[in-house]
């Protein structure tokens, strides 16, 4: 009962807050006579999404293929990483500084260069949203290896278990819930790197969208857009968490 009474208000809470923050901004927009170009009012943003729908799922189709392959190509890379590093101290010793480097400048900078190399097609888009999002899987499966107590470690060794076998029943199964933290982690930042690669240089998805719906300022336009954004980054976010529940229902957290 206790568990069920936190989930309603874990969903609740939020609703009630975001629905408060609607209703000042319709009375802001009203009272201050905000034009529609700097700020609509967002009782007109439902309206305008289903008067664009088609247009605005067009795009979206582009952005959230351009994710899921992005977010795929990081956890396979951050698996392949995660699982060498800790097995290997010169590929932790190697590899680690160079994954620390790698976050050390913004992506956005080198976006450009993927136009110039690759074109305006969606694999820079993939390409983009793959740098920003392995990091956190990466980093946060390499916790999960290394999670298991000396002493648990300890035991299974005496009980001449061999290494590929403490990976199997000790590393991995208590890397499960580290890895779905940085995939929950990881996916708002796929989708921010398949938009940010859009506003570079696209000719569709949700990033291209919204440039050219700034441009002509349609504010309104530009706001259904990052209604939409939101509702996927959120949805992407909860399917995570059930998966991680379906895969570690042991797993309880505090």
């Given at each position: 009962?206790?568990?069920?009474?936190?989930?309603?208000?874990?969903?609740?809470?939020?609703?009630?807050?975001?629905?408060?923050?609607?209703?000042?901004?319709?009375?802001?927009?009203?009272?201050?006579?905000?034009?529609?170009?700097?700020?609509?009012?967002?009782?007109?943003?439902?309206?305008?999404?289903?008067?664009?729908?088609?247009?605005?799922?067009?795009?979206?189709?582009?952005?959230?293929?351009?994710?899921?392959?992005?977010?795929?190509?990081?956890?396979?890379?951050?698996?392949?990483?995660?699982?060498?590093?800790?097995?290997?101290?010169?590929?932790?010793?190697?590899?680690?500084?160079?994954?620390?480097?790698?976050?050390?400048?913004?992506?956005t900078a080198i976006a450009p260069l993927m136009v110039?190399?690759?074109?305006?097609?969606?694999?820079?888009?993939?390409?983009?949203?793959?740098?920003?999002?392995f990091f956190p899987i990466t980093m946060n499966m390499?916790?999960?290896?290394?999670?298991?107590?000396?002493?648990?470690?300890?035991?299974?060794?005496?009980?001449?278990?061999?290494?590929?076998?403490?990976?199997?029943?000790?590393?991995?199964?208590?890397?499960?819930?580290?890895?779905?933290?940085?995939?929950?982690?990881?996916?708002?930042?796929?989708?921010?790197?398949a938009v940010v690669g859009e506003f570079v240089g696209?000719?569709?998805?949700?990033?291209?969208?919204?440039?050219?719906?700034?441009?002509?300022?349609?504010?309104?336009?530009?706001?259904?857009?990052?209604?939409?954004?939101?509702?996927?980054?959120?949805?992407?976010?909860?399917?995570?968490?059930?998966?991680?529940?379906?895969?570690?229902?042991?797993?309880?957290?505090?």
């Amino acid at each position: 009962m206790i568990n069920r009474n936190e989930t309603i208000k874990s969903i609740l809470y939020p609703i009630l807050f975001i629905v408060l923050l609607i209703i000042i901004w319709h009375y802001a927009v009203r009272i201050f006579e905000i034009a529609v170009y700097i700020l609509p009012d967002p009782y007109d943003i439902p309206g305008n999404l289903v008067d664009n729908f088609e247009i605005i799922m067009n795009h979206t189709k582009i952005t959230l293929y351009e994710t899921f392959l992005g977010l795929a190509l990081s956890i396979v890379f951050a698996v392949c990483i995660s699982v060498l590093i800790v097995s290997s101290e010169v590929a932790d010793k190697v590899l680690m500084p160079l994954m620390i480097l790698s976050q050390s400048f913004p992506k956005t900078a080198i976006a450009p260069l993927m136009v110039i190399w690759f074109g305006y097609d969606t694999l820079p888009k993939i390409i983009m949203s793959f740098l920003i999002g392995f990091f956190p899987i990466t980093m946060n499966m390499v916790m999960g290896l290394r999670s298991p107590s000396e002493e648990m470690m300890d035991l299974i060794k005496s009980l001449s278990a061999t290494k590929g076998q403490i990976f199997m029943k000790m590393r991995i199964p208590a890397s499960i819930p580290y890895f779905f933290n940085g995939i929950k982690i990881s996916i708002p930042m796929c989708l921010v790197g398949a938009v940010v690669g859009e506003f570079v240089g696209a000719n569709k998805g949700l990033g291209y969208a919204i440039l050219m719906a700034n441009n002509e300022f349609n504010t309104i336009l530009v706001f259904s857009c990052l209604v939409v954004l939101s509702i996927v980054g959120a949805a992407l976010y909860f399917l995570a968490e059930r998966l991680e529940r379906m895969s570690a229902p042991w797993y309880k957290k505090n």
